[in-house]
């Protein structure tokens, strides 16, 4: 009966000995994680990080003029500003892709009357308001004529007929990955 006890005590002793040495290596990689360096603060400034770019990219959202789903909206709504007066324009789209899951949109802009005539202080007004209201908008292109011949020599009005386009650029939405 001794013998069992003694077998019994030397497994009992062998098992807390393993647990012990389990719980004491658990012990020394939660040091090592909560350790200046470790994985812990790493892992909290990533996320104090994270957040804050979070917060400044809400924060530019939310100032976005460029919220609609239909860009024209914007455009139009920018040609009629009081500021601008380019009056009623002729949105015309064209959609590509870039690169990989990155889309590019660009929009022709043209007065609705062929004829209209124009004041660079509005065009230039016009052109910065687009790129200034909205990160995501670009102007590409700008084509001014001038909306009289001038003869040689001759002054020219500052009257001028535009054609102009932007681009925008965004990340297509992807669905979450499965394995």
Known sequence: MVRIMIVLLVLGSAFL?????????????????????????????????????????????????????????YIRGLAGHPNINIGRVE?????????????????????????????RRNIANFLYKLEEDSRRVK????????ATKVEEGGRPQDLWRMTAAISTRERKATGPTTR
């Open 91 to 119: 949105v015309a789209w064209k959609g590509s892709e870039v690169g990989r899951g990155i889309s590019q949109n660009d929009y022709r802009i043209e007065p609705t009357d062929a004829k209209a005539t124009f004041d």
């Open 17 to 73: 000995g393993w647990t012990a040495y389990k719980q004491h290596q658990r012990i020394l990689y939660l040091r090592s994680a909560l350790a200046p360096d470790g994985f812990v603060p790493r892992t909290v400034a990533s996320i104090q990080q994270n957040a804050e770019n979070y917060a400044n990219y809400k924060d530019r959202a939310a100032t976005d003029q460029l919220k609609d789903d239909d860009p024209s909206v």
């Open 139 to 146: 102007v590409t292109f700008v084509s001014l004529t001038p």
